[in-house]
């Protein structure tokens, strides 16, 4: 699946779990993530609960509810392999042009996910497949 092109092709609302060392979850709403190439991910994220419980545990899930009748989308399972906080690496991936804090007041990282596995948001737990 080309999720570069589905993500520039399809709107929807997005969630991004996180656990804590200890498997206390966290979800939090987030944009839809960024794709650097067919197995590269990275989402900015403030220093809020979800970056800091990527602190003590690199695993992630995305999940992506499209927006069209029923209930169609994707859900990514992530590890994170690396973050920045360059504000010019963080400004040049940046969909809105303004966040209202470009005075620098708050914290934003760049945090960068491999794509482990790819499913579809109902049913199976295979990787999805090209569809013929």
């Known amino acids: 699946m080309d999720l570069k092109k589905y993500f520039e092709d399809n709107k929807g609302t997005g969630i991004l779990g996180t656990a ?7 979800l939090a709403v987030y944009a839809r993530p960024h794709m650097i190439d067919d197995t590269t991910a990275a989402f900015i994220m403030s220093d809020r ?3 800091r419980n990527l602190g003590s545990n690199g695993k992630a899930a995305y999940l992506f ?3 069209s009748p029923g209930y169609r989308g994707i859900r990514l399972y992530l590890t994170k392999v ?11 991936m940046r969909r ?4 209202g804090d470009e005075d620098g007041e708050k914290a934003r990282f760049l945090v ?4 482990d596995k ?3 948001l109902l ?3 295979d990787e999805m497949r090209e569809e013929p």
């Open 20 to 26: 804590d060392a200890d498997g206390n979850i966290n």
């Open 96 to 99: 809105r042009k303004t966040y």
């Open 82 to 92: 690396k973050e920045t906080s360059d504000p010019e690496e963080i400004k040049s």
């Open 112 to 115: 960068y996910f491999s794509i």
């Open 49 to 51: 609960l979800s970056h």
């Open 123 to 125: 049913g199976g737990t």
């Open 65 to 67: 509810i499209e927006e």
């Open 118 to 120: 790819t499913i579809p």
